[in-house]
């Protein structure tokens, strides 16, 4: 962005974003719990209560899923530098 227009732009550009994902995900687990009262019978305070395991749901993944990409990661390093001794 910053090369295309300059170092305003970006900076805006950044901002909107960083504000933006925050908000954004909140919205979507407040939406996707919503989609389930036309399921299931839900209190306004049992469909905050889902959008909030939805969120920490997501975050635990998220976590597991660094946890296990560096452990793979960390395996693919060994195999690589194992075959260059070979």
């Known amino acids: 962005m910053e090369k295309a227009f300059d170092s305003k732009a970006g900076a805006i ?35 905050i209560l889902v959008a909030a395991f939805m969120l920490y749901f997501s975050i635990y993944l998220n976590i597991k899923g660094i946890d296990i990409s560096s452990k793979i990661c960390s395996l693919i390093m060994e195999l690589n530098y194992r075959n260059t001794l070979a």
């Open 13 to 47: 550009t950044s901002w909107i974003l960083l504000g933006s994902i925050p908000i954004g995900v909140a919205a979507i687990a407040l939406s996707g719990a919503y989609y389930l009262t036309y399921i299931f019978p839900l209190s306004f305070t049992e469909l």
